[in-house]
C-alpha cells in the first residue's frame, strides 16, 4: 500500500495496518469528506483498480450516480457526529465498467481530530464469514506488536488480551479475563479506573485515561489506557477495544523537564536582573518577576509585543530594528533604551539576548537580560562633566596664576628694581635718608615674598604636614580673613594629628573651596567654620549668613566648586551636604569617616 496516513493516528492503528493489507475482505480508509486514502490488495482485486488509481477518487465517484446521494448523506452524518458508523449495501464501478454489489460496514476511527473512516466490504450475503476471517487477522497481528491490546464484551468484561499483555503481566489469561485485569491496578487509582471505563462504556463513547499498573517484578508502572467500541455488522454494540502503552518514561522525561522549568522560573524570579524569553516568531513568551516588579504590569499585558509599549517613543524605533536584524540572523545583541517604570519615570535598560537551541539543534528563540544602567550613565556624564569643569578650572587657575605673576608680581618686581637702581642715579644727602630708603625696599621685598607665600599655599600647604589639619586650617582662616578683609570665625574639637595624608588634603581643599565660594558669592563678611570629629568621623561645616542659593541649580553650571568638593569627599568615603535657600543663607557640611589606625588614637586623646 502507498497511501499516507496523517500522523494523528493512534499507534496502535498504525500496528494494524499489516491487517488492512492481508485481510482477505477489502478494505479502505477515506477521510469524512470522503477523499480515500488507502485500499488493501483485496479491496483492489475486487474492482480491478491499483491502489494508486482508487487513491485518486473519492467515495462518491465508486459509486453509480443513482446512489451516490445515499452516501453523501451518511458521510454528512458521520461529519456532524449524530452517528459513528453505519452499514450498507452499496455498489461499485469496476475498471471493466460492471458493478459490483457488497455489504459495506463503515466506522468512524478514533477522536474528532483523527477525521478518518475506515470500512469493509464483502460479496453480498458473506459478512458473518468475513468478519471471523477479519477476527483471525486481528489476533494474529495483536500478539505481534508490542503494544497491550484487549477487548471487552457488551457487559465490560474483558474478553481477550494479547501476548505483550500477558509478557507484562506474567499472569494467566484465565485470570486477567472479566475483571480480573483489575487486580494490578494500582489502589490509589482503582476507583477512579474502573469509573472512568464504565462511564464511557455507558455512553458508548471512546475514553483514555492514566493509572499505574503492576509489572511481573512487582513495580507500578505509569500506563496510558484507551478503549473505542466495537459494533456488529448489524450496528448493535459488542464491545471495546482498546491498548494500554507504558509511559514511565515519558512522564519521567516530562518530569524532568517540568522542574528544570520550575527550577529555571525560582532561579529567575529571584536573579537582580530582568529576564525575558521569545519564540520563533519574535512574540515575548516569559517575563521573570523583576522585569513585572519594574514595569508594573501584568504577564499576561507584557506578553507579545506589549512590553514595547513601555519602550520610550524616541527609542522604539532603533530598539526593534535591533532586535528584529539580530533575531533574524540569529546572532546576539546588546542595545540601550530607555523603559518606563511602574512610577512613569524612563529608565536606561541595558538589555542583552542570546539565541536558544532546541535540543536537536534547531532554533527555538531568544532569551535575554535586562539592567537598569541609568546610575551608570549618570556617573558616566557627571564624570564627563567633571572632566570638561577640571579643564576649563585648570585653564581658569593658569590664567589667575599667570595674571598675579604678571599684573601683580612682575610689576612689584619691576618697580623694585627702578628703585634700587636709583640708588646708583641719586645721591642721598644723609645716612638716615639712605636708610629710609632702604627700608622701603625691605618692606617691599617683604610683602611680594609674603604674596609669593600665599599663591603658593593656594597651590600647596606645606603646613599641613607639619600643622595638621586643625592647625593648617586655623593658619590658613586667618590669613583669608586677613587677605579678603572679612571676619572668619574658627573652632576646632577633638581632630588629631594623624589624620591620613588624604584626609587631611580633602578636608583642606573642601575649606578653601567652600569659604572661596561663600566669600565670592553670598555676600556676607562673617563666616563661621567648625572643625570637629562626631563619633567616628570628622566633620566640617562652613556657614554664612548671605543670600543664599539653590543647590541643584548651582549644579547644572559652569563652575567646578561643588562636584570638585563632592568627587573629592567620594575618593576617601565621606560625602558632602549643602542646605541653603535664598536669602536665607548657606551651610556647607563635609563628612569623612576616620579610617581604622586612627580610632584608637582619637578615643585616647
Same mark, same amino acid.
Given at each position: 500500500m502507498t497511501g499516507q496516513l496523517p500522523s494523528s493516528l493512534s499507534p496502535e492503528f498504525h500496528a494494524l495496518r499489516q491487517l488492512l493489507k492481508?485481510?482477505?475482505?477489502?478494505?479502505?480508509?477515506?477521510?469524512?469528506?470522503?477523499?480515500?486514502?488507502?485500499?488493501?490488495?483485496?479491496?483492489?482485486?475486487? !474492482?480491478?483498480?491499483?491502489?494508486?488509481?482508487?487513491?485518486?477518487?473519492?467515495?462518491?465517484?465508486?459509486?453509480?450516480?443513482? #446512489?451516490?446521494?445515499?452516501?453523501?448523506? !451518511?458521510?454528512?452524518?458521520? &461529519?456532524? #457526529? @449524530?452517528?459513528?458508523?453505519?452499514? @450498507?449495501?452499496?455498489?461499485?464501478?469496476?475498471?471493466?465498467?460492471?458493478?459490483?454489489?457488497?455489504? =459495506?460496514?463503515? =466506522?468512524?476511527? #478514533?477522536?474528532?481530530?483523527?477525521?478518518?473512516?475506515?470500512?469493509?466490504?464483502?460479496?453480498?450475503?458473506?459478512?458473518?464469514?468475513?468478519? &471471523? #476471517?477479519?477476527?483471525?487477522?486481528? &489476533?494474529?497481528?495483536?500478539?505481534?506488536?508490542?503494544?497491550?491490546? =484487549?477487548? @471487552?464484551?457488551?457487559?465490560? !468484561?474483558?474478553?481477550?488480551?494479547?501476548?505483550?499483555?500477558?509478557?507484562?503481566?506474567?499472569?494467566?489469561?484465565?485470570?486477567?479475563?472479566?475483571?480480573?485485569w483489575v487486580e494490578g491496578v494500582h489502589p490509589e487509582e482503582r476507583q477512579q479506573c474502573v469509573e472512568s471505563y464504565k462511564q464511557a462504556v455507558e455512553r458508548r463513547e471512546p475514553f483514555q485515561i492514566e493509572y499505574r499498573?503492576?509489572?511481573?517484578?512487582?513495580?507500578?508502572? =505509569?500506563?496510558?489506557? @484507551?478503549?473505542?467500541?466495537?459494533?456488529n455488522p448489524d450496528g448493535s454494540f459488542a464491545g471495546y477495544i482498546g491498548s494500554v502503552i507504558d509511559v514511565t518514561e515519558l512522564k519521567h522525561a516530562v518530569a524532568t523537564v517540568r522542574e528544570s522549568e520550575d527550577r529555571f522560573r525560582r532561579v529567575a524570579n529571584t536573579a537582580p536582573v530582568m529576564i525575558w524569553m521569545a519564540g520563533t516568531d519574535k512574540l515575548c513568551t516569559y517575563f521573570n518577576q523583576p522585569w513585572l516588579e519594574f514595569t508594573g504590569r501584568s504577564l499576561e499585558a507584557e506578553l507579545g509585543?506589549?512590553?514595547?509599549?513601555?519602550?520610550?517613543?524616541?527609542?522604539?524605533?532603533?530598539?526593534?530594528?535591533?532586535?528584529?536584524?539580530?533575531f533574524d540572523r540569529r546572532e546576539s545583541f546588546r542595545m540601550e533604551y530607555r523603559l518606563r517604570r511602574h512610577d512613569g519615570e524612563y529608565r536606561w535598560v541595558l538589555d542583552q539576548g542570546v539565541p536558544r537551541l532546541n535540543a536537536d539543534g534547531s532554533f527555538a528563540g531568544y532569551i535575554g537580560s535586562g539592567v537598569d544602567v541609568t546610575e551608570s550613565k549618570q556617573a558616566q556624564e557627571a564624570l564627563s562633566l567633571v572632566s570638561r569643569k577640571l579643564i576649563d578650572a585648570q585653564d581658569e587657575e593658569r590664567a589667575r596664576i599667570a595674571r598675579e605673576l604678571h599684573d601683580d608680581i612682575n610689576q612689584r618686581l619691576a618697580l623694585l628694581a627702578v628703585n634700587l637702581d636709583s640708588f646708583q642715579s641719586q645721591p642721598f644727602a644723609s645716612t638716615n635718608e639712605l636708610l629710609q630708603k632702604l627700608g622701603a625696599v625691605v618692606e617691599d621685598i617683604e610683602s611680594l615674598s609674603s604674596d609669593v607665600q600665599a599663591l603658593s599655599h593656594r597651590l600647596h600647604s606645606p603646613k599641613l604636614e607639619i600643622l595638621g589639619l586643625a592647625g593648617a586650617a586655623a593658619s590658613f582662616c586667618r590669613e583669608f580673613s586677613d587677605r579678603r578683609g572679612v571676619k572668619v570665625d574658627f573652632q576646632t574639637e577633638n581632630i588629631p594629628k594623624e589624620l591620613s595624608p588624604e584626609v587631611s588634603l580633602c578636608l583642606f581643599r573642601v575649606l578653601q573651596e567652600a569659604l572661596v565660594n561663600a566669600a565670592k558669592h553670598s555676600g556676607s563678611r562673617q563666616f563661621q567654620v567648625r572643625l570637629a570629629r562626631v563619633a567616628d568621623e570628622i566633620e566640617f561645616v562652613v556657614h554664612d549668613s548671605g543670600i543664599g542659593f539653590l543647590p541643584e541649580e548651582a549644579q547644572k553650571g559652569s563652575g567646578l566648586g561643588l562636584t570638585s568638593m563632592k568627587e573629592r569627599l567620594k575618593l576617601v568615603g565621606g560625602e558632602l551636604s549643602i542646605e541653603s535657600q535664598p536669602h536665607v543663607g548657606t551651610t556647607v557640611r563635609a563628612r569623612v569617616p576616620v579610617d581604622r589606625k586612627m580610632k584608637a588614637v582619637g578615643r585616647g586623646q
Open positions: 492481508t485481510a482477505t475482505i477489502g478494505v479502505v480508509v477515506a477521510d469524512l469528506k470522503g477523499r480515500l486514502l488507502l485500499a488493501n490488495d483485496a479491496f483492489c482485486s475486487i !474492482l480491478g483498480w491499483t491502489e494508486q488509481e482508487i487513491c485518486i477518487k473519492t467515495w462518491t465517484e465508486l459509486s453509480p450516480p443513482e #446512489g451516490a446521494g445515499k452516501e453523501e448523506t !451518511l458521510f454528512e452524518q458521520l &461529519r456532524a #457526529g @449524530s452517528i459513528d458508523h453505519f452499514h @450498507s449495501d452499496k455498489g461499485c464501478l469496476r475498471a471493466d465498467g460492471s458493478l459490483f454489489v457488497g455489504h =459495506w460496514s463503515v =466506522w468512524s476511527l #478514533g477522536n474528532r481530530e483523527s477525521s478518518l473512516v475506515l470500512a469493509m466490504v464483502t460479496g453480498k450475503g458473506q459478512p458473518d464469514l468475513a468478519w &471471523r #476471517g477479519a477476527e483471525e487477522h486481528f &489476533r494474529h497481528v495483536a500478539d505481534t506488536i508490542p503494544v497491550m491490546i =484487549w477487548t @471487552s464484551d457488551v457487559d465490560a !468484561l474483558c474478553t481477550y488480551k494479547n501476548k505483550c499483555w500477558l509478557e507484562f503481566t506474567r499472569r494467566p489469561l484465565d485470570e486477567l479475563l472479566g475483571n480480573g499498573f503492576r509489572r511481573y517484578d512487582g513495580e507500578y508502572r =505509569w500506563v496510558l489506557g @484507551s478503549g473505542v467500541p466495537r459494533f509585543n506589549g512590553w514595547a509599549e513601555g519602550v520610550h517613543p524616541e527609542d522604539f524605533d532603533r530598539c526593534l530594528d535591533t532586535y528584529t536584524k539580530a
